[in-house]
């Protein structure tokens, strides 16, 4: 096996540049070393300038993520060794504005993830268990699959549709409203649907798919945004005829 | 609620003119959705064949001998093939965007796509014995 | 220099942050409060737990049960009053948790599972899966955005406590985004920054868990408690410390050596037998396993990997099943960093730096001597682990201590006075001092990633499972002269935009301290008890150090040491057993 590896970095500081440009290093090819691993060996050893996020490690904070050879990973589970000979191409999450180097603006994200009210909503003077609420294995696992989200937003790199329109709610929101709705504990779909059953909720989507292809999590977003424009539909019908409120 | 971050000179990048050609599921989306204008066109020309025969015998020639231009067969075989992609994208898109629960679990992607393909092979055959003068 | 100001501040974001500002929202939604942490609260560190969340709910468990295991566990150093506290609110806190969405593991009927942990001698672990802390730190956070009135300063990094007047009044902290220098005022500061495991190399820990809490306390004239206390917990990967929960333990997993023994039985840990036994071999306490390692490493039963010496974890007889529907991450953990299938192959584990006992020293209400100043989580000590922390507690404290930490800041601040405007002063000081040494220095020498390396390794050599006087003095020694050179840091990141060199070069200011609290409070504890072991003092000894370390930063060289008496109500010391 080859011992060194290349790494094209993308740079930008806004103090120097106007645009961001590629920087080259050579790494040393460790076993078992991700992506991640070489970007720490650059900034320890060869630029401390090097700029990007990352935490725990092993792919469950969610900080890590870029695009890395034209496709979105989570750098701390991307093994080097996979793009031999190299060089490999390490470039910022798409579709969100460089702050500097691989690092994202995540605003927008974070905005959207508060709007569409990821917490229990219980209905005024709705009765709380003493204890807990009872909640089967088969509801807990109506929902599961999409509380698995961390938040790495690789799915919003990977999506052209919030590419091209921004004020799209996008697939980990998306998700993660439906996940609450689906929530046997759960009372506030209605509340959520104001949200989401719009035209920049989950109706922007045109059912690509790449979000679930590259979620590390499999938590297939795809899926939960089609789950709820058929919810959100036979919401519109019974609201349609049954105006008064029918439960 | 996060405090707001003052908008630095953050980098916005923009996506190309020929973002759809920088993956093969973009292209593929592309053209998936492309091919509903030749489902559209087929339609069209369905149509246009139903209204030649209820013309007669001699309107209904007019119009073979239209659909045998090269050109026009050209543009019937092109169509043919994005109806047919048309169709097979969109049975490998059902069990991706939505996955019935029968008692609780899932279904299979298997079990939602197979009666899709099992229903068509059905009406194909149905069809193509209504053509052969088989009924 | 801009200035903002508030009536509480909580800096950092995790499971014991965001419990406190919830519970001061609640308390009194009048209160102005904010939370500032380093990276957006859903990376903390709290996210990586796995195992699960020990609180009594089975029929056949009772508190002072789990308050026992907690005590004899902690070696008999743990603040009984605590532990009561303690084991009395976190099946109620849990609860609460539970309707606040947390996902846990259910029985058929639909009540929470428990599972077993080590040390415990019921069932009491709820867990989520094996993404115990994910799912916990979830459902905080998005709960947390229900309140408009907490605010937040994400990837704002806290450089400094404002104090005047002996009294804690805010925080000087750099945005991270634009690099500028605000002033937070606040009447009262909850530091909720967990632990500290990067002082070592070898450690389950992300890489912000860097002690800055500790520090800034210890800075201000806290002092650290316990801080020899370190837990190594004895399944991490080789490589890369990655951790491997003791519910695999839990479950059943067994432990064996290079000949496929389990080895555990020849350290008083009890007899094997195919099914787990509480706190028995596999589910015994850490400290003892992770000692055992140790012990089996220097008979030569170990095996010799190019990471160092290792043991297997075999859970192959739990079946795919059982391993995909409680273990599922376990499985994903070893596929992407051990290249193995738990289900088919045995993991490679060694013990691996993982949890700090020690800490902020604080009161049963997270208040610390210094007025304003509170601490919850893994960043304070309370203490309800003492010596060793059972699996499965941590997570529980930081919601019953950041609730109580949260109650009694909103309590103080609701009556204490405005911060003074001398504080603006201290302010433009510590902006000076980040520009002078750091972003417009010319004559640095030292590599941040070469003091840092030798730092971790000064811990690793002097401050292992084992411990001994020329080892803890030679590490003493080397800290010393680290800290010195530190002096001349330099940084090849002068931007400040987003500048992490320059957060990199703060933190290890603070590990440094930290790592040199660590070592003085070990090297003058001379006993050995729970995860302080020492081959020069091996036996523990009760007449002289049934209490807490604390140490306190003096102006001049080495930290100052004393110790403060234990608090015992119920439980008076006894013997630790397992497997008897």
């Known amino acids: 096996m080859a011992d060194k590896i290349t790494l094209e970095v993308a740079r930008f500081s806004p103090e120097r540049d106007d645009e961001p440009r590629f920087d080259s290093y050579e790494v040393p090819l460790h076993e078992n070393w991700m992506v991640l691993d070489a970007l720490n060996y650059i900034k320890d050893q060869l630029d401390g300038t090097v700029t990007f996020r990352w935490s725990c490690r092993m792919g469950i904070c969610g900080s890590c993520g870029m695009v890395v050879n034209g496709h979105e990973r989570l750098t701390c589970e991307t093994l080097l060794a996979d793009y031999l000979p190299g060089p490999i191409r390490v470039e910022p999450l798409r579709h969100f504005p460089v702050v500097r180097d691989l690092v994202v603006d995540i605003s927008d994200f974070m905005e959207k993830l508060e709007r569409v009210k990821p917490w229990i909503i219980r209905e005024a003077g709705a009765p709380e268990p003493e204890r807990e609420f009872l909640q089967t294995p088969e509801q807990l696992a109506t929902y599961k699959q999409y509380s698995l989200c961390i938040n790495c937003m690789l799915c919003y790199s990977a999506c052209p549709v919030y590419g091209l329109d921004p004020h799209f709610i996008g697939p980990a929101a998306s998700a993660l409203s439906l996940r609450y709705n689906l929530d046997s504990r759960d009372q506030g779909s209605e509340q959520r649907l104001d949200v989401m059953a719009q035209h920049d909720g989950v109706w922007d989507c045109t059912v690509i798919g790449e979000c679930s292809v590259v979620c590390p999590k499999e938590v297939d977003p795809s899926l939960a945004i089609q789950e709820y424009k058929i919810s959100a539909t036979k919401a519109w019908f019974k609201n349609l005829l049954m105006p008064w409120g029918g439960k | 609620m996060p405090s707001a971050v003052p908008q630095l000179k953050y980098y916005q990048r923009r996506m190309p003119i020929n973002w759809w050609l920088g993956r093969w599921n973009y292209t593929w989306f592309i053209l998936r959705e492309l091919s509903s204008a030749f489902v559209a066109y087929w339609v069209v020309v369905t149509l246009m064949e139903i209204a030649a025969i209820a013309g007669g015998a001699e309107s209904y020639a007019r119009c073979q001998a239209w659909m045998a231009m090269p050109g026009v067969m050209v543009l019937n075989l092109i169509a043919l093939i994005f109806v047919l992609f048309h169709t097979l994208s969109w049975f490998r898109l059902v069990p991706q965007a939505m996955l019935p629960r029968l008692g609780g679990k899932r279904t299979s992607t298997v079990m939602t796509s197979a009666p899709m393909y099992v229903i068509w092979a059905l009406a194909s055959v149905v069809v193509a014995c209504f053509i052969l003068g088989v009924f | ?580």
């Open chain 3, 1 to 580: 220099m801009e200035v903002t100001a508030h009536d509480i501040l909580l800096i950092g974001g995790g499971g014991a942050g965001l419990r406190a500002a919830i519970a001061i929202a609640e308390a009194n939604p009048k209160l102005d409060l904010a939370v500032v942490s380093k990276v957006y609260p859903m990376r903390s560190h709290t996210v990586s737990a796995e195992g699960g969340a020990a609180a009594v709910i089975a029929s056949n468990d009772s508190l002072d049960e789990h308050a026992y295991d907690t005590i004899s566990g902690s070696d008999w150093l743990a603040d009984q009053d605590a532990v009561e506290i303690f084991v009395n609110n976190v099946t109620n806190e849990m609860l609460r948790l539970e309707h606040w969405g947390c996902p846990w593991s259910r029985e058929p009927d639909g009540r929470i599972a428990v599972r077993p942990f080590g040390g415990m001698k019921k069932e009491r672990t709820w867990f989520a899966a094996d993404k115990t802390g994910f799912h916990m730190l979830h459902a905080l956070f998005q709960t947390s955005l229900k309140y408009g009135e907490i605010k937040r300063y994400d990837e704002t990094f806290a450089t400094r406590l404002l104090v005047d007047d002996g009294a804690v009044q805010g925080v000087v902290a750099i945005e991270l985004a634009s690099g500028k220098i605000r002033a937070i005022t606040a009447k009262a500061v909850i530091l909720c920054t967990g632990g500290c495991g990067r002082v070592f190399r070898f450690t389950t820990n992300a890489n912000i868990c860097t002690g800055d809490g500790m520090a800034l306390a210890y800075g201000a004239g806290a002092p650290l408690k316990d801080m020899e206390m370190m837990q190594y917990h004895p399944t991490g990967l080789p490589q890369t410390g990655i951790l491997i929960t003791e519910a695999t333990r839990g479950e059943g997993g067994w432990l064996v050596n290079k000949d496929g023994y389990r080895y555990l039985q020849d350290y008083d840990l009890g007899k094997p037998s195919p099914a787990p036994v509480f706190r028995s071999m596999e589910l015994g306490p850490r400290d003892r396993l992770s000692q055992a390692f140790i012990k089996e490493m220097e008979k030569g039963r170990t095996l010799k990997g190019p990471y160092g010496d290792y043991v297997h974890l075999d859970l192959r007889h739990l079946g795919e099943k059982k391993i995909d529907e409680k273990l599922p991450l376990v499985r994903e953990l070893c596929r992407n960093y051990s290249n193995i299938d738990p289900v088919h192959q045995m993991i490679p584990v060694r013990p691996v730096v993982h949890y700090m006992m020690g800490g902020i020293a604080t009161d049963v209400n997270g208040a610390t001597p210094i007025k304003g100043l509170y601490a919850a989580g893994e960043a304070a000590c309370v203490s309800m682990n003492g010596a060793n922390r059972l699996g499965s507690n941590s997570l529980g404290e930081l919601l019953v201590f950041g609730a109580r930490a949260g109650a009694a800041a909103a309590e103080y601040a609701a009556a204490a006075q405005a911060p003074s405007s001398r504080l603006l002063a201290q302010a433009a000081d510590e902006e000076q001092r980040i520009n002078r040494d750091y972003l417009n220095r010319s004559n640095g020498r030292e590599r941040i990633a070469g003091l840092r390396e030798e730092m971790q390794q000064a811990m690793e050599d002097a401050a292992g499972i084992y411990r001994t006087r020329n080892t803890l003095d030679e590490g003493a020694a080397k800290l010393a002269q680290l800290k010195q050179r530190y002096g001349a840091i330099a940084l090849d990141d002068r931007s400040l935009t987003f500048n992490t060199q320059l957060t990199a070069a703060l933190e290890l200011s603070g590990m440094l301290e930290v790592a040199e609290a660590m070592i003085h409070a070990a090297s003058r504890r001379e006993e050995s008890r729970g995860a302080h072991q020492r081959t020069d003092f091996p036996k523990r000894d009760d007449q002289k150090f049934l209490a807490h370390s604390m140490v306190y930063r003096t102006a001049e060289g080495a930290p100052r040491v004393e110790f403060a008496p234990v608090t015992i109500t119920r439980w008076p010391p006894g013997e630790r057993v397992y497997g008897r």
